[in-house]
């Protein structure tokens, strides 16, 4: 039977400027396409379980205001719970500046939180029972950080597997890592939290055990060009990043962190879950966007064959 997957975390409308090339600091550079969607990490990896097949329901919160509504009209569409999208009386829904280079699909992005900056005790309270009944929470650094350590306390209590993506990357201290069971940071936020320099596998390996010493159960750290990396009490495996036609790799965290989850929800184990994080990311990057980028189940199922049978 599927695990409940409960993601807490962001709502940010993402605005997206595509160029030949990213500005350097005091430069202007013409750009040459914008867009505007629904984005924030918690809210795409929320759409990449959901969209994998996840039986998922997002908390966070917008402002009263025409951003906020992206949210919930993107939400209808997709058929996802909207009953924990909660609405801040007085704060604006958060947006993300994005600058996407047209010609290595890298970006540059600035994030202000907004109303998912704002998140309250008492909004974490009316969330509390769902939060108990999960089976898999996934968290992120998005969202105001007394808000997330309260939602940590009350999942690890209940003893609900906490799945924790650092990102943005910021510092957390032992009292929290040591309730996390799963963390799956990049390579720059496996650095911040551990003080390892990754540039090979052997250093992944170093820098788990760091975690892992910590009291982090089980690490994923994903390496871009070098693919993914996972380590349990047991072993340690490092999967090769796919090669695909790559137009826009914003996302692609969130897209692996979704099909991560919902694989581990369905009870694959640690290493085929990696497998499938990396099929769910690799696909996120053929497609414009963050949130409309996700990949279907059917589409991740068709490249995980391909690549792993
Ligand atoms: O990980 C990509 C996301 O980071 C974007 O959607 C943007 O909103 C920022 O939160």
Redesign the pocket.
């Given at each position: 039977m599927k695990k409940k997957v409960v993601v807490f975390g962001?709502f940010?409308?993402?605005l997206t400027g595509r160029t030949p090339r990213l500005p350097v600091p005091g430069e202007t550079v013409m750009g040459t396409s914008f867009a505007m969607g629904?984005?924030?990490?918690g809210?795409?990896q929320a759409v990449a379980a959901h969209r994998a097949g996840a039986d998922m329901t997002l908390v966070t919160k917008v402002g009263k205001d025409v951003f906020g509504t992206v949210a919930t009209d993107f939400y209808k569409e997709e058929g996802m719970d909207t009953s924990y999208i909660f609405e801040d009386e007085s704060k604006e829904t958060?947006?993300?500046l994005?600058s996407v280079d047209e010609n290595t699909a890298q970006?540059e992005?600035v994030?202000i939180s907004g109303a998912c900056g704002n998140i309250t005790p008492e909004d974490v309270e009316k969330s509390r029972s769902l939060i108990e009944s999960a089976g898999i929470l996934l968290l992120q650094l998005?969202i105001n950080l007394d808000a997330l350590y309260k939602v940590i306390d009350i999942a690890h209590e209940a003893g609900v597997t906490i799945v924790l993506n650092p990102?943005?990357a910021a510092e957390l201290s032992d009292e929290v890592l040591r309730k996390i069971d799963i963390v799956t940071p990049n390579e720059t936020e496996a650095q911040v939290l551990t003080g390892v320099k990754i540039e090979n596998e052997a250093d992944a390996k170093k820098a788990a055990k760091v975690f892992m010493d910590k009291g982090v159960k089980e690490v994923v750290i994903t390496l871009g060009s070098l693919g993914a990396f996972a380590m349990d009490q047991e072993k340690s495996e490092l999967v090769e990043r796919l090669n695909v036609d790559a137009i826009d790799t914003?996302?692609?965290?969130?897209a692996f962190n979704g099909g991560f989850v919902m694989a581990l929800a369905e009870g694959k184990d640690l290493f085929t879950a990696l497998r499938y994080g990396n099929v769910t990311g690799a696909l996120s990057v053929t497609k414009l966007g963050?949130?409309p980028s996700m990949p279907s189940r059917e589409e991740i199922n068709a490249l995980y064959e391909k690549t792993y049978s």
């Open positions: 962001s940010v409308v993402d629904p984005g924030g990490k809210s795409n958060g947006c993300a994005i970006n992005i994030v998005e990102a943005p914003t996302g692609a965290g969130d963050t949130a």
